[in-house]
């Protein structure tokens, strides 16, 4: 056997030559390894977001904004049915990828979409521009309607086809327009929701009004969709990743119906008296419950620009009742009714004799009270007057004589925390609106910011009368419902439930307010005897011999007073300006709403076999009777003074009506205290 020959060693150099190059090619090897597993396993977040961006773009879906429903259930004889002041219109959204759109047919797709849209000069320059950005998402056109949405992608799934174009360079995003089929009905308490959206939030800006205060419940949250880009795949279709869940929806207390009755008559009453504006709130005494929120001039939520572009006419777009406190003047009367009969079961209390009697002769002729440098008088002298006449007549030297005596037996500190604390002036309603204010009444050894007084010695007598003290409309409202429930408080609101429905289309009740009609649940203010009392005197003021006879509801009985306040320019009283004013409650008998009516700057002027325009029981007082006789009968409430109509009517009766007798008493008693 042959010894097989023997291979020479490589050289030593050459040997280190190899294990270099396997060195450095185990090294590659280990990098490319280690990068490897950089971009597959540590970076690969990162690098599938950049593949991802390359092929797919993310685009809001659009949650649809909850509604507004009106309450429906007033009327027994009727079911409840769902008919929304506002609905939410799908309209479409139009955005381009220029990235995806060759230059060469830029120009004839601007020219395209400028015809379909009917688009002006500066818009179109606008449009071509945004075909000029380097990006993948750009909002072309906003708030396009289902007609031309269908249009515009007829034409654009032929050209993309016939260009070889991705066919969703162009797409469109759905989203949510509100519309009013009631037009301008409830504009101020509803507002609206603006065109553009919050660039953060990517949800609708609010305008003010229930969309303000209930803006995060209503928005709901927007989901998501993952488009392809692809010449293959057509425009909105996509993937979705997360489901939009839409907000919930309120069921306010107003009904839609009342609320057109009462903006339709106090447009009347506002124009018939040649007023700035004016204001109608009815409300439930017993619940709390706003069935009527009316203002004119009207705020029509589509125009919502217009109203925010003009400084005339943004005053519209606000709640008045709520934000322009005002004082009162003479419907703080029955108040001060009140005070005075819960003064006396405070001294009865302290083993002390009553102020005064509702039926004693009080002396009410011009005269002077402390602190104040002027006589006080009324617009008709009267020599005496009891409680009835005092309310009837308006008197204000009897309500000052009032309160002279609780201030003597009293203090000032008790009078002031029955305004206060029993019938809540100085503090905010708690209505569900933005901008309410708390009004002002007066603090004993409290002082303004110039250093004056705020109570000082003739300031009780002025609040008696309702001056020197600020109050909203919804304020004098809830007091007067005080008085028309028996006593008891209560708390004015505009939502009875909020529903949100799920994307799976079950109902989950956020907030179901009970009934608060239940009086034995409600904390107790004032006596029943009290409240009797004053509504009483309050029955005077609307017959023959009183101030608001015009506020007279055919066929119901009602009681109500009067106000007419001067208003206060550039720092004076003014004696042409007025806020003009009539409270009142139907049926008195079983009160089934409290309804305020209030007239901004109604015309100085003397209308002859009428009286002066600018009072409360000329141009307030008419708007309460039509608004209450409409709204009784709508509501399907008995008449409960069937012969109480005017003479010349088939039904009246006079000796039969309510109250004839105790009215031709009171006059018989005047006539003989008064010659």
């Known amino acids: 056997m042959k010894n097989c020959p023997r291979r020479s060693p490589l050289p030593r150099g050459e040997r280190k030559r190899l294990a270099l190059v396997f060195v450095g090619l185990f090294g590659l090897f280990a990098i490319l ?27 809001e879906e659009p949650a649809r904004r909850g509604l507004f429903y009106p309450n429906t259930s007033l009327r027994n004889t009727q079911p409840e049915i769902n008919c929304p002041f506002v609905i939410d219109v799908p309209k479409f959204h139009l955005f381009a990828d220029p990235v995806s759109i060759p230059e060469r047919h830029r120009k004839k797709i601007v020219d395209e979409l400028i015809g379909f849209l009917g688009l002006n000069e500066i818009e179109s320059i606008k449009l071509a521009n945004q075909f000029e950005k380097k990006s993948r998402s750009r909002r072309l056109v906003l708030w396009i309607d289902q007609r031309k949405h269908e249009e515009i992608l007829q034409w654009w ?39 553009d959206r919050d660039p953060k939030t990517k949800r609708g800006i609010p305008t003010g009004g229930l969309e303000t205060v ?54 009347k009453a506002v124009e018939k008296a040649g007023a700035k504006s004016g204001w109608a709130i009815m409300m439930d005494p017993y619940s709390g419950e ?16 217009q109203y925010y572009h003009h400084p005339t006419l943004l005053d519209h777009t606000k709640v008045k009742a709520i934000s322009d406190p005002y004082e009162p003047g003479s419907i703080m009367k029955p108040l001060t009714l009140a005070c005075g009969l819960l003064a006396n079961i405070e001294l ?39 409680m009835y006449m005092g309310l009837q007549k308006s008197s204000n030297v009897y309500m000052a ?21 029993i019938f809540g002036f100085g503090k905010k309603a708690g209505i569900e609106l933005p901008g309410e204010s708390e009004g002002l009444v007066p603090r004993p050894g409290k002082t303004y910011a110039n250093g004056a007084l705020e109570w000082s010695s ?51 009740v956020l907030l179901d307010k009970p009934s608060e009609k ?18 009483r005197a309050m029955k005077f003021t609307t017959k023959p011999g009183g101030s608001a006879n015009r506020a007279d509801i055919f066929g119901y009985t009602e009681g109500g007073k009067t106000g007419t306040s001067e208003k206060v320019i550039n720092g004076k009283y003014s004696k042409k300006d007025h806020i003009s004013t009539f409270v009142g409650i139907a049926p008195i008998s079983h009160p089934r709403f409290v309804l305020l009516i209030a007239i901004d700057e109604p015309e100085y002027k003397y209308i002859p076999g009428v009286g002066k325009n600018q009072l409360g029981g000329t141009c307030a007082a008419p708007a309460f009777r039509e608004i209450g006789s409409r709204a009784l009968q709508y509501l399907g409430v008995e008449p409960d003074d069937p012969y109480g109509y005017p003479v010349g009517d088939p039904r009246r009766e006079g000796d039969k009506a309510d109250w004839s007798r105790e009215v031709k008493e009171l006059l018989d008693l005047y006539k003989q205290w008064n010659g």
């Not at 293959?232 to 993937?239: F, I, M, Y």
């Not at 005080?482 to 609101?493: C, D, F, K, M, R």
């Open 290 to 305: 706003i069935l009527v929120l009316a203002q004119f001039p009207y705020f029509k939520p589509s125009l919502y620009r």
């Open 157 to 195: 799934s032929a050209f993309a086809r016939q260009e070889k174009i991705a066919r969703n360079a162009l797409f469109f995003v759905q989203d949510w327009q509100r519309s009013y089929p009631y037009g301008k009905l409830l504009g101020q308490v509803l507002h609206t929701v603006r065109d």
């Open 458 to 508: 003739p300031t009780p007598y002025s609040l008696a009368m309702g001056h020197n003290l600020l109050a909203t409309s919804f304020q004098m409202l809830r007091a007067y419902g005080i008085l028309a429930n028996g006593g008891y408080e209560v708390h004015p609101t505009l939502v009875r439930k909020i529903i949100k429905t799920s994307f799976e289309g079950e109902a989950i």
């Open 518 to 535: 239940h009086l034995n649940k409600k904390k107790r203010l004032v006596p029943q005897e009290v409240t009797q009392q004053v509504l």
């Open 33 to 59: 390894i280690i990068q490897f597993y950089k971009i597959q396993v540590v970076e690969s977040d990162k690098w599938r977001k950049i593949a991802d961006s390359q092929h797919y773009t993310m685009i």
């Open 401 to 421: 004589t009032i309160v002279q005596r609780i201030i003597e037996q009293l203090g000032p500190e008790w009078y002031r925390s029955c305004l206060q604390d």
């Open 348 to 386: 009865t209390k302290r083993n002390k004799p009553p102020l005064f009697s509702p039926n004693e002769k009080i002396a009410t002729s011009p005269r002077t009270f402390p602190g104040r440098g002027k006589v006080l008088k009324d617009l008709t002298h009267h020599r005496f007057l009891n």
């Open 214 to 267: 209930f803006d995060k419940i209503l928005s709901g949250k927007n989901g998501k969709r993952r488009i392809l880009r692809s010449p293959r795949h057509p425009l909105d279709v996509g993937t979705l990743i997360e489901a939009p869940e839409h907000g919930a929806d309120i069921y306010l207390t107003i009904d839609h119906t009342l609320q057109a009755i009462a903006e339709e008559e106090i447009r």
